[in-house]
């Protein structure tokens, strides 16, 4: 259960409801972070903006963002957005063995230089709040620096989900929980 319900359409007003209907749009519903935010239509709307770039629109390719997001959702064990994402990394060509061990919280082995890349840049900020000049040298030159600061802008939108989907603690609909604390 969550600490926070879905806002009834129909008692929204009319700045919630525009907003709503803009994720609807884009998302096909109001879920997950967007069910909190929807307190503030302002937040709400520019969140939604800031994560459709996020998802949709950086330099990375859908394998390698999806991979970042997968990454970020295990170290803050955010289970709806782990269960989200992961048919769509596997979708998107995501190595399922180096899923699965991010999933058990062990170093994976890697088969492709920018995934190591992803996962040491990923890691290393996340854990450490910062990266060292020989892992930020090595992402500028597998990745470019356009997109290392791509990178930095989904870990740091999926940050915002994280926080706000551990807070009111908003599990997956299905039940399914695979990740342990």
């Not at 989907?165 to 695979?178: H, I, K, S, W």
């Given at each position: ?19 709503a ?7 096909g519903k ?6 909190p935010w929807?307190?503030?239509a ?18 990375l ?5 999806e991979?970042?997001?997968?990454i970020l959702a ?8 782990w ?18 061990a991010?999933a ?10 920018d ?14 709040k910062k ?9 500028v ?23 706000v ?17």
């Open positions: 259960m969550s600490r926070i319900e879905t806002l009834d359409y129909d008692t929204m007003s009319p700045e919630q409801k525009k907003i209907d803009d994720i609807i749009a884009s998302r109001v879920v997950g972070p967007f069910i929807l307190r503030n302002d937040l709400a709307d520019r969140s939604q903006k800031l994560g459709a770039y996020c998802r949709y629109e950086t330099s390719p859908p394998r390698l963002s991979l970042a997001i997968l295990r170290e803050w064990t955010v289970q709806i957005e269960n989200a994402h992961k048919p769509i990394a596997l979708e998107a060509g995501t190595d399922p063995d180096l899923i699965d991010i058990q919280r062990e170093t994976p082995s890697f088969k492709n230089k995934e190591e890349v992803i996962y040491k840049f990923s890691t290393e900020l996340l854990q450490n990266v060292s000049d020989e892992t930020y040298s090595a992402a030159e597998e990745l470019s620096e356009p997109t290392v600061v791509d990178l930095v802008a989904i870990l740091g939108y999926y940050s915002n989900v994280a926080m989907l551990n807070t009111f603690e908003m599990l997956p609909a299905d039940g399914v929980n695979p990740l342990a604390d």
